[in-house]
């Protein structure tokens, strides 16, 4: 099977066959050009320093996802928040509080993260590590 075209609604931005999902990832990082380009930027760094076999996938129409053996997480971007959404966040320890959104659900959890604001790195790359751990422990 190949891969589908992608072709973002803002029109400035297309993958194609070619394209892998980190380029894909690469051009959202550099189509942002602002705050969320440099927080999803930030993100990504931590994932891949948490878990260095993360795969990198895109996602329903262009949403960046993170995986290893099963999805850890995706980084959505909104006009004023960055939005990590972890696939089975309600199943990992939270011990530094870091989800503060979609905590609802019985299954996701999500970090909302606002202009200006920063993120616990260490707590973060735990998350990202219990995930895998979890994804893995089939």
């Not at 990504?44 to 290893?68: F, I, N, T, Y």
């Not at 089975?88 to 320890?93: D, F, I, M, Q």
Request: aromatic letters at 6%; hydrophobic letters at 40%; charged letters at 25%.
């Amino acid at each position: 099977m190949g891969k589908a075209t992608m072709v973002m609604k803002s029109g400035s931005m297309e993958g194609n066959a070619e394209s892998s999902p980190s380029q894909l990832i690469d051009a959202r990082i550099s189509e942002l050009g602002d705050w969320r380009g440099k927080t999803l930027s930030h993100v990504r760094a931590l994932v891949k320093q948490a878990d260095p076999e993360v795969v990198e996938e895109w996602k329903w129409r262009g949403v960046p996802v993170w995986s290893h053996a099963g999805i850890i997480c995706t980084g959505e971007t909104y006009k004023n928040v960055v939005k990590v959404t972890f696939a089975k966040g309600a199943s990992l320890p939270d011990p530094a509080g870091l989800f503060n959104s979609s905590l609802e659900g019985n299954t996701r959890r999500a970090i909302d993260i606002r202009e200006g604001e920063d993120i616990d790195e260490n707590a973060f790359k735990a998350l990202i590590r219990a995930a895998a751990a979890l994804n893995t422990a089939r």
